[in-house]
């Protein structure tokens, strides 16, 4: 577990003015990285660090010797168009990385002439995915989610009695990861409600999941399980992720395999992964029913129970295409923290993803599960907010919504905020809802 040092000090400036804002998510003491360029530009993609309203263009502070010894190894690994080298150093080399942007960003610091003709503005930048995801597994950490959605189909029963001793998972796509700002399409497929036999056509029932995307740093070889005590050594870093789901589509095709089209037809991750160190200030302890069971011993640390949890506030914003013509903002539907909603941890899912012998690869992708809080206003889908579409929600300009429409601009954000720290966020993870494909006749 990352302990703090002198990157986390609230009291630090930086010479870029923006990141001093009292709003802003990208204080010099978060530090983000992601893939960008410019804007519209033939420019290879690079990796770059956030810093207010900027973004360190690693390519060019590399080129230009910003780096010192420590540094300019994983500064080198951090340039590329994919994370996966950096991540594949471990956390010295992401540490040494942190500590020398802190320095070099820092209000008086000499290295200023050289890193300002490296700022590029975020206004100007797009994104690609910050790694290239060789593998996708989905989790159900979401205890409150698992609750609500298992009462909705069986009521006397809806918690499984594996869910408190195995983190439940399930291996997704990753071709269908896309970075934030990618539109959605919706997804064709095969419903059976009551009707003797299934129709197919474009599913009437889309639905976000408000997740947590863990990235993965160093794996493990093939047969060497990580124990649960280095588990978080092995975690790169945490962002925000959207796990659109097919409600009518999973029903149906889900039996006895699990989940399938229903859910690989889009999954929408943020540009930005705030390293495990920056979230340093922000873990929690593991808080669980007294009269629940201990976690078996390799899911099992005084440290992890301690401190594993990531206290971060969580939002889902919806803009529907009328409110996008009539001038209207976003609206926010829920607001809830990872802290309340998860009943397993980062470093349990990796001990125990890794525990059967399965390698973790660098730049693996771990969904949480929808994170739902224990509030009804604190909801992480639709599926739930609505109760199975039941009761539809009302936005202010009068329209109703059981499930997404097309044209809906879905939005993730998260911070983290903290008595004695600086606040840092994460970000937005967004995307617009497509129409289907044409159905074959
Ligand atoms: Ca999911």
């Known amino acids: 577990m990352t302990t703090l040092n002198e990157t986390h000090d609230p009291a630090l400036r930086s010479w870029v003015e923006s990141a001093n804002a009292a709003d802003t ?9 992601a893939v960008f360029r410019r804007r519209g530009s033939n420019e290879a993609f690079g990796g770059g660090v956030a810093i207010g309203e900027q973004i360190v263009d690693l390519t060019a502070a590399v080129a230009r010797g910003v780096f010192g010894s420590d540094a300019a190894r994983p500064a080198q690994a951090a340039a590329g168009d994919s994370l996966n080298p950096l991540m594949a150093l471990g956390p010295a080399a992401w540490s040494a990385l942190r500590q020398s942007l802190s320095r ?21 930048a797009e994104y690609m995915l910050p790694a290239r995801i060789g593998d996708y597994t989905d989790f159900y950490t979401g205890i409150h989610h698992a609750t609500t959605v298992g009462k909705l189909f069986r ?28 539109p959605v399409r919706r997804p064709l497929g095969q419903t059976k409600g009551s009707a003797d036999t299934p129709r197919f056509g474009p599913s009437q029932r889309l639905d976000y999941e408000l997740e947590l995307g863990f990235l993965i740093g160093r794996g493990n070889p093939l047969g060497e399980p990580i124990p649960i005590e280095e588990a978080e050594q092995h975690l790169f870093g945490v962002a925000l992720f959207n796990d659109w789901s097919a409600r009518d589509i999973q029903p149906w095709e889900y039996v006895p395999l699990g989940p399938f089209l229903s859910k690989n037809f889009g999954s929408t991750l943020s540009p930005w992964v ?28 005084a440290q992890d129970r301690a401190q594993g949890a990531l206290d971060i506030e969580l939002e889902v914003w919806l803009q529907t ?23 397993w941890t980062p470093a349990q899912l990796i001990a125990h993803h890794s525990s ?20 009804p206003d604190q909801a992480g889908s639709l599926l739930e ?6 009761q539809p929600i009302t936005l202010p300009n009068g329209e109703t919504r059981s499930f997404l429409a097309d044209g809906d601009t879905l939005t993730l954000r998260g911070y983290c905020e903290r008595a004695g720290a600086r606040r840092i966020g994460f970000g937005v993870c967004s995307a617009t809802v497509l129409p289907a494909p044409a159905v074959r006749v």
């Open 25 to 33: 998510e990208f204080p010099i003491q978060n530090l983000p990285l």
């Open 104 to 124: 070099a960003l820092r209000e008086g610091a000499s290295a200023q002439k050289l890193l300002e003709p490296c700022l590029v503005a975020q206004a100007d």
């Open 155 to 182: 009521p006397d029963n809806p918690l499984l009695p594996n869910y408190k001793w195995v983190p439940i998972g399930y291996h997704g796509r990753a071709s269908s990861i896309v970075v934030s700002g990618t």
């Open 274 to 301: 705030v390293t495990t160190e920056a979230l340093a200030p922000f873990r929690a302890p593991l808080a669980r029913p007294a009269d629940d069971p201990d976690p078996l011993p390799y899911l099992n640390a």
């Open 321 to 343: 295409a009328a409110m996008r013509e009539a001038g209207r903002a976003a609206v926010r539907l829920t607001r809830g923290n990872a802290r309340e909603a998860a009943y």
């Open 356 to 375: 059967g012998g399965c390698n973790l690869q660098p730049g693996d992708l771990f969904g949480s599960g929808t994170l739902s809080g224990p509030g």
């Open 385 to 390: 907010l609505t109760q199975g579409g039941k």
